[in-house]
């Protein structure tokens, strides 16, 4: 059986762990001692291998998946785990963003999951893109059309404005070129040619989107040197950080700990480039200290066997 699942949520969530002790730490304050490995404690109080909301709404959706395509199930689960602690790895919500906040209390009053994400262009931080990475297992196979009308849904419930739907797309489409074998630079300018293509048939993107999103529509974003890369919560910061730092490392390790010691917003930024390098690299990749400190380790593995045999990837 493939190892795809397994390797994109635990890429995913023990970059999310790594980060996750710094958070809100600048990248000159990392740059005095860097993180070389898990840490306990730190900004959030949490034990070593500790995973924050980027994990816990990740689980959710790929919760709900095995079920099948529910948006309704999806808000529930949210709903549960911002006021009850579901899928957390300790029994307590500890981090949680602003808009997503507020998307989350719009869904615990029966708001349709697909308006409760507010659309204004202030909205537009990463907590959609933290955890879409499970839905490509169910989209995989669909046309493209199809795969952007999931992904705006699946992002709307907390991020409905345009440029963090296709902020989703892009990272999507990227996972589901190297879900087909591709190394990252093709998946990379391949997954742009397909979004860039859409983008202009359906009109999605005006100027002003379109020259925001340039840097990573054009292609060039590889060729940008480190220090224009940034770790902040800003969904377009992120979706660079990930991109550029799949291309430009060799390991896992080395992927999620350049994203952690980017500063600010560490977590999701290791969570959304662990998601990707751990598809590329294969869990068996990721160290092993790291691994066997995971918070909830058996949960988790549980949720990827059943994926598993649900999507047979």
Known sequence: MSTYIKSALLGLAVGDA????????????????????????????????????????????????????????????????????????????????????????????????????????????????????????????????????????????????????????IYLEIARHILKGEQPLNAYLNAITDVNKYCKEKALLDQKEQDILAPILSGNLVHKPLNDIHGTGYVVHTLEAAIWILINTRKYADAVLTAVNLGNDTDTTAAVAGGLAGMHYGWEEIPAEWLNILAGKDRIEELIANLQVKFNI
């Open 18 to 169: 790594l980060g996750v002790p710094v958070e809100f730490q600048s990248r000159d304050q990392l740059s005095q001692s860097p993180v070389t490995g898990m840490r306990e404690f730190g900004t959030h109080h949490q034990p070593a291998g500790t995973w924050s909301d980027d994990s816990s709404l990740t689980f959710c959706l790929a919760e709900t998946l095995l079920k099948g395509y529910d948006l309704r199930d999806l808000a529930n689960r949210f709903v549960n785990w911002r006021y009850h602690a579901y899928w957390t790895a300790h029994g307590k919500v500890f981090d949680v963003g602003n808009a997503t906040n507020t998307a989350i209390h719009f869904l615990s009053q029966g708001a349709p999951p697909v308006t409760a994400g507010e659309d204004d262009e202030n909205s537009n931080g990463n907590g959609s893109l933290m955890r879409i990475l499970p839905l490509l297992f169910y989209i995989r196979d669909f046309d493209i059309h199809d795969r952007y009308c999931h992904v705006k849904d699946v992002s709307s419930l907390t991020h409905r404005h345009v440029r963090s739907i296709v902020c989703c797309f």
